[in-house]
């Protein structure tokens, strides 16, 4: 990934670094193309270091021989003990004196690690989300690669959602949305698929479960395949026979609210302004408290990554990230809908990446 | 979960603490039963602050009325920003003198905010591994909740290892074996399921592709269901055909250093006199350098736990932990064999849970 590394490199060369440790995960994998998992909070599959002259990938021996296979251009080095102490001897080796690291994405106990071991005579300089910033605007490959991601992603449910029915079970649904975008080229899920019926619909992140369909109810679909390291995001909420009358009222509302929201959407509008095209609708048919959560987020090598279209987040959206948009609206107690795109931001609108069918309500 | 939270509370009071806040995802889900999801390294479903009388889940609204619907006897307190300032705001409100906090698995920026947030009056004190601790000995409860994922584990492994066929792909294998976990029972996979063939079977933690089998070559399965909250892992090698000459060597060192280790295993020797009871065997085969990793570690809620089988663990093994027994031999370019059982150590011996059957060669 040479055109990466040279980019952070003059990155590091603006804030003086003499070197910079990376432990975020997305940005490991996206620096590198090293697969290796990480188990929250204290299990990682390694750490990167990059200087002026040296790109260096920090492992363990299990994943020593993967690492070397993945990460063409990086030296592996294989610790025998943690990680943090693998850096900083990776570190002294090199001879540093500022080092900047991710003050959001590292463990306290590997920043009391590296402080220990480095000493005084070395600085440790927090850089926030510099690396993360890196992967907000995506190249055509990548751009490409998150339309292939949604393809799959939209195949599968085209192929799933018809043959959903009165008394499946919300796993058993979610088993054939999974099965299906792994046969048709996933490598796996980019999250936990969301199938979510009648009051479990209420919640956003609802765990599929042994609840069975009723006719009339919400089902909220949240589903996305990972497909060459890139993932993709799709929401679609059906029902199975007539809609009961809620459905009827509230689907049309967040139909609305996503088609004002698409309508609206380009780059240089802030966070705050993209989230407000949506919600304003919402708020206007009554149903503002109903929608708990921000508009979208974007997607690339992580679901959940930057920019945020919400209420919180006062820059202006660039373009060239790949953003989802996902109204939703949700009463505890009876269910909720959210229907979701996933688009490229442009200077004069969204290009809107997904296909999937969405329905309608006369 | 009353006994849980009794027997952590007289940890906290033998500490003199007013307060714990629980940053682990693993803790999190062993006090409260509330399953939200945790994307490293930043985003985590939420954090439990426990008090001599209070019990208080923190999460974000998208995950809240989940929350409320799983996490029996906790306040669920709803923020509308970021956990570590919404743990600040419940620790004021309860107004606390010292807290313990989970110094290896909690963010450096949340520890930031919670000394920024709580002020030089508020102690903070180190725990350590206090809360992982508690989940070292499994009641009947858990170990019967771990046998039931090993059986689903152990029986989608039987019905699909006589269907490899030289010619089938790695991830078609892997995808077979998640379903079978799936339609058994399984609420999903405790890790991603490896099929790792031929030379990729020299890397213990390969993810599967596009390779396929060819006949005679290792082909290491490493799967695990995850049932009712709790972690199955099993791993066998298996080989379509005829053995290789190598494989016919190897394998069977293998099978001897797991059966050793299995007869001498038992609670009170240290993590590596049983580390020691496998490496013996596959050192007096020549091949020590060739077992890189540690011979096992605990299963519960988390498919790596504690205790560790390893050589950098003086500490005796408790009665009544689960654990892996998993010896292996890599060899760069050609593969490598791994087999997996997991058993409950007792004052005696280990009562192995896996039943999947072991392929032997003459």
Redesign the interface.
């Known amino acids: 990934m040479p055109d990466r590394l040279a980019v952070l490199r003059e990155r590091i060369a603006e804030l003086g670094l003499d070197a910079i440790v990376i432990?975020?995960?997305s940005n490991r994998y996206y620096l590198t193309g090293y697969?290796?998992?990480?188990?929250?909070?204290?299990?990682?599959g390694g750490h990167v270091i990059i200087t002026p002259d040296r790109a260096v990938l920090v492992t363990s021996?299990?994943?020593s021989?993967?690492a070397r296979?993945q990460a063409s251009g990086f030296e592996v080095f294989d610790r025998v003990y943690g990680l943090a102490e693998a850096d900083a001897a990776v570190l002294q080796e090199i001879g540093v004196r500022r080092v900047g690291f991710e003050?959001?994405?590292?463990?306290?106990?590997?920043?009391?690690t590296l402080t220990e071991r480095l000493g005084d005579e070395v600085e440790l300089v927090p850089v926030g989300t510099l690396v993360d910033d890196l992967r907000l605007i995506k190249t055509q490959e990548e751009i490409a690669k998150i339309a292939r991601a949604i393809e799959v992603t939209d195949r599968a449910f085209e192929q799933v959602a018809p043959t959903i029915k009165a008394g499946d079970r919300e796993?058993d649904i979610a088993?054939r949305l999974e099965?299906a975008m792994?046969?048709l080229g996933a490598?796996?899920p980019s999250?936990?698929t969301i199938v979510a019926s009648g009051p479990n619909a209420?919640?956003?992140?609802?765990?599929p479960g042994d609840r069975q369909i009723q006719p009339g109810e919400p089902i909220v679909i949240d589903m996305g395949a990972r497909v060459d390291g890139y993932c993709a995001d799709l929401t679609r909420t059906v029902w199975v026979g007539e809609p009961d009358p809620r459905l009827r009222e509230i689907y049309p509302i967040v139909l609305r609210a996503l088609e004002t929201a698409e309508a609206g959407l380009k780059a240089g509008l802030t966070g705050r302004e993209a989230d407000a095209l949506a919600r304003g609708v919402i708020e206007q048919a009554g149903y503002g408290e109903a929608f708990?959560?921000s508009l979208g987020h974007g997607v690339g090598v992580?679901?959940?990554e930057g920019p945020a279209l919400s209420k919180r987040n006062e820059e202006p959206l660039p373009a060239g990230s790949v953003v989802t948009i996902e109204p939703g609206i949700?009463i505890?107690g009876w269910g909720g809908v959210r229907i979701e795109d996933v688009g490229v931001l442009e200077e004069d609108g969204v290009r809107i990446l997904t296909r999937a069918a969405k329905r309608s309500i006369d």
């Open positions: 432990t975020h995960p697969t290796g998992d990480d188990i929250p909070p204290n299990e990682s021996s299990v994943n021989e993967q296979q003050d959001k994405a590292i463990l306290y106990q590997d920043y009391r796993r088993l099965v792994r046969e490598s796996g999250f936990p209420a919640l956003p992140h609802h765990d708990g959560h992580r679901v959940h949700y505890p």
